[in-house]
T-cell receptor, first 111, second 115 residues
Framework: GQQVMQIPQYQHVQEGEDFTTYCNSSTTLSNIQWYKQRPGGHPVFLIQLVKSGEVKKQKRLTFQFGEAKKNSSLHITATQTTDVGTYFCAGQDQAGTALIFGKGTTLSVSS | GAVVSQHPSWVICKSGTSVKIECRSLDFQATTMFWYRQFPKQSLMLMATSNEGSKATYEQGVEKDKFLINHASLTLSTLTVTSAHPEDSSFYIC???????????FGNGTRLTVT
């Protein structure tokens, strides 16, 4: 079945440093979505990428969708303590069925 | 918009009892809802897809007789953990989406502890 792999599992950075998490699917996706979960909270939708090679920005966050629609990345520039949490990518297959989540990357930031 | 409410937020029950968790879409109709399970510091594992008016679709390895799902209306899905055991202790999260290709909106989750 469809698998979504995400690396790294954990990342610790100093405030102000950049951070990137990578996501790779075993199958071609119709779209990929990114969610953020704060400790003790529930996942919150960040963005959805649909087009091949798509790049979207949200302030310090840059999201990319690969040309083959099988991989994606989230890059945070100049991290802040408010960026702490676990970032999940989630892929939806061509049939539009349920989202399959990657294992997530937990980001910690020290000031 | 697109608010999903989940109740209860946490529950403690004794081994052998059953627990019902409710998931409601407050401001939209959801023909499909999804139930996830999350262990501490792990990812969300899809348990089942709840379809309004029909049987739920369970993922491989999920016992349908243990995790009963009912989606009786366009705004309510319930998950009942039957004859709960300590290994069922986990964080259960429901989600729904407005359309087939739109993002998921998650409930706040239910932390179940079975003693």
């Amino acid at each position: 079945g469809q698998q979504v792999m995400q690396i790294p599992q954990y990342q610790h950075v100093q405030e102000g440093e950049d951070f990137t998490t990578y996501c790779n699917s075993s199958t071609t996706l119709s779209n990929i979505q990114w969610y953020k979960q704060r400790p003790g909270g529930h996942p919150v939708f960040l963005i959805q990428l649909v087009k091949s090679g798509e790049v979207k920005k949200q302030k310090r966050l840059t999201f990319q969708f690969g040309e083959a629609k099988k991989n994606s990345s989230l890059h945070i520039t100049a991290t802040q303590t408010t960026d702490v949490g676990t970032y999940f990518c989630a892929g939806q297959d061509q049939a539009g069925t349920a989202l399959i989540f990657g294992k997530g990357t937990t980001l910690s930031v020290s000031s | 918009g697109a608010v999903v409410s989940q109740h209860p937020s946490w529950v403690i029950c004794k081994s052998g009892t059953s627990v019902k968790i409710e998931c409601r879409s407050l401001d939209f109709q959801a023909t499909t809802m999804f139930w996830y399970r999350q262990f501490p510091k792990q990812s969300l594992m899809l348990m089942a897809t709840s379809n309004e008016g029909s049987k739920a679709t369970y993922e491989q390895g999920v016992e349908k007789d243990k995790f009963l799902i009912n989606h009786a209306s366009l705004t309510l899905s319930t998950l009942t953990v039957t004859s709960a055991h300590p290994e069922d202790s986990s964080f259960y999260i429901c989600s729904a989406r407005v359309g087939g290709w739109s993002p998921l909106h998650f409930g706040n989750g239910t932390r179940l502890t079975v003693t």
